[in-house]
DNA sequence: TGGTGTGAAGTACTTCACAGCC
DNA sequence: GGCTGTGAAGTACTTCACACCA
């Protein structure tokens, strides 16, 4: 009866999906930044970020009541709210947890320092790398993981371990007090209430376009498929097939 | 008046967000395959991927009914019914254009092969990259991107470049016939109508989990976070302050 | 006049709760 | 008895359309 509440205690008010948008404006804010524009129309805004206009003035109209009617948006100003909102107006301290190709692409990586985000810790279990200098950092020993959070008070984990290793990481991650989680491992991680796990999953994306993609061909160039609500009977799908037409 | 169609033509039934999901349920019946596990109840895999229960026989539905009452789902079958609709049976070739670090990450991602994606090209506009191997496939100069995907069938393009190049390739990828696009640069591409992109953001997912660390502390720490519904009012915003209790 | 901000309407997704079947 | 499959109810998000105001 009673409705479950279902937003983690004080997002008071900004859907998730609206947070999720809030990095796109931005960056496009800082693009329109760039080339020097001073004001945007929610039309402009919206058609570079790549979204409707309705969606972006009611995004927007969360945050608070920041354009001029019959203006638009002042680009600085609305930069400087939607980074606030975000808490990049703060620095993060990160640690990257595995530094295989996809660990180092991440140390590598432009859009953390640009954003915000400090990378003050490279750790791999695996001796060879230990001591590596990646990106102007030196990878550290695993075992060294709970001193490096603590003494530098990174606050977000980024896990790009294999998947194998990942919940051990993690569990250890959480119990130095992390509780953000940046997952690149392909495993769903289990992890106490309170703590956040943002996922990327590669193949998961891949399996999403194929998806769209086999439908786009019109499901896979095989008569069964035109009466079966499935994309592509295989061989000696006749049994299925049946159960299928029953649904 | 008319309520628009916005999912793309053949999407008969299967919802989006079942079909982000899929893939998810595919990597839990995996494991509990190599586990030997040979039957599972929809409250077992769905606390192995992740969701409630209610949900995954919800997905599991619009598939077809593959369970069996009072016993579970047979997970072989399971895995066979899920690879199909994903379309994942049949081979998808991939091409992966920038081959930096991201690029080389991908090129090296085992994730990829043994979901029936297989890499066929490795493209870079840098002389230095061009000829080089790696994981086993020479990099080509991106002059030859539309000759390779027309000569290899590529329907998957994987774009890596920098952000400044990414459109062009898109553009170029697109006008060779691919329909379907993993991006991961840091643009909102433009494509027309009928082709899928899908966008993978690192700096876009951290700046996510920096909301809610923010919100966790409590917001940053200012008394009048308290009242304001914005986290962290910033000197002087007395007045929009004003305009967000209003609301 | 032109563009924001927002109630109201529409759509998509989730969760409940239980009938139906093994 | 136990677990799936699914209508119905609930919630979240999107889009419309227009009042309001610089």
């Known amino acids: 009866m009673t409705p479950r509440q279902n937003r983690t205690r004080a997002d008071r008010g900004i859907p998730e999906a609206t947070v999720a948008r ?35 003035r009611k995004d927007l109209s969360h945050l608070g009541s920041y354009g001029t009617r019959g203006v638009g ?10 980074s606030r909102e975000l808490g990049l107006t703060q620095d993060w301290v990160v640690a990257i947890i595995g530094v295989g190709n996809l660990g180092r692409a991440l140390a590598g990586y432009g859009g953390f320092a640009s954003r915000g985000f400090r990378v003050a810790g490279l750790l791999d279990a695996d001796e060879d790398i230990v001591g590596q200098e990646i990106s102007g950092m030196t990878v550290e020993h695993i075992d060294r993981l709970e001193d490096v959070i603590t003494e530098r008070s990174v606050s977000i984990a980024v896990i790009a371990t294999p ?11 959480v119990a130095s007090g992390v509780t953000s989680v940046l997952n690149f491992a392909p495993v769903v991680l289990s992890v106490p209430e309170g703590v956040d796990v943002r996922k990327v999953d590669l193949s998961i994306e891949l399996q999403i376009l194929a998806f769209h993609e086999q439908r786009k061909a019109g499901g896979p160039g095989d008569l069964d498929a035109l009466a079966s609500k499935n994309g592509a009977p295989p061989p000696g799908a006749a049994q299925q097939y049946v159960e299928a037409l029953e649904a």
């Open 73 to 82: 948006y002042e680009v600085e100003y609305l930069v400087y709210q939607i």
């Open 163 to 173: 998947a194998a290793a990942a919940q051990g990481v993690a569990d250890r991650v």
């Open 22 to 56: 809030l990095p796109v404006y931005l960056r496009a804010l800082h693009s329109l930044q760039d080339r020097g524009v001073a004001t945007v129309s929610s039309e402009e805004l919206a058609t570079a970020a790549g979204v409707n206009s309705a969606k972006l």
